[in-house]
């Protein structure tokens, strides 16, 4: 669970200094196709298309064989069970609560604002 936290904090983290690191000509403005391609060049860019090409072939691998979708399903249930047991644990954790509510608020900023974007771009 510490490593999905981590990887979970990890993204936030990236995803804050990617976004105050965009210039503003490109929050506001430019066309959306200009955008992905930007994102998607150089080392990064080609990383997260290899990583989506991976993950589709996993998924379509995963489908096609019914071993792998019972341990998927097993995996999903085992998963859920662990979120529930650990939320009741940490449920007297102030930190761990504040630091939560936090990350709701955040959660809750970035929907707001990819509605407005989509709304801009309609």
């Not at 959306?32 to 298309?49: D, I, L, V, Y």
């Amino acid at each position: 669970m510490k490593k999905l936290i981590t990887t979970l904090l990890i993204s936030v983290f990236v995803l804050g200094i990617t976004y105050k690191a965009t210039p503003q000509e490109r929050k506001f403005g430019q066309g959306k196709e200009q955008f992905q391609g930007e994102r998607r060049e150089g080392p990064f860019g080609e990383a997260m298309e290899i990583r989506k090409k991976m993950k589709e072939i996993e998924l379509q691998t995963i489908q096609n064989d019914p071993e792998l979708m019972k341990l998927q399903e097993q995996i999903r249930t085992l998963q859920k069970q662990l979120d529930e047991k650990l939320q009741q644990k940490l449920s007297g954790n102030q930190e761990y609560q504040e630091l939560k509510k936090k990350m709701g608020e955040m959660a809750k900023e970035w929907q707001e604002r990819v509605k407005e974007r989509k709304g801009e771009n309609k």
